[in-house]
């Protein structure tokens, strides 16, 4: 994506769109009551992703920068970002920059503004 392209949105009145379905199988085996957090596997930019942090209250999407190595994307895609990542830690912390990145999670795809911090 070119660095003076804007990711593109989803069409938010598609219920499809960010609709996540659970049945009794998906259930915890040892522990109905957990307290866990909700990782799913995907792919972003055609890489598999094992352990992909879905939070329900995010308002943005956060890759570590290793993560970023990881995919093969030079830093220096990064665009600049003045986000301050507040709730990260108690001081808040800087994104290194963002970078638009496409991923797919089952048969949703999209292309998304991807965060940068050094962890």
């Known amino acids: 994506m070119a660095k003076d392209q ?4 989803a069409a938010l009145d598609d219920p ?6 659970f049945t009794d199988k998906d259930l915890p085996q040892e522990d109905a009551d957990h307290n866990r957090p909700l990782f799913v596997s995907g792919y ?3 890489r598999r992703i094992s352990r992909m942090l879905i939070g329900s209250g995010s308002s ?6 290793q993560t970023l190595k990881l995919l093969g ?3 220096d895609e990064l665009q600049q970002s003045r986000i301050l990542i507040q709730g990260f830690n108690q001081n808040g912390l800087r994104a290194l920059g963002k970078v638009a990145l496409h991923s797919t999670i089952g048969e949703l ?10 962890a």
């Open 60 to 65: 943005m999407n956060i890759l570590p920068l």
């Open 109 to 118: 795809e999209n292309t998304s503004w991807f965060h940068m911090i050094d």
């Open 6 to 9: 804007k990711a593109p949105r």
């Open 44 to 46: 972003i930019c055609e």
């Open 73 to 75: 994307i030079p830093t």
């Open 16 to 21: 499809q769109t960010f609709a996540v379905t």
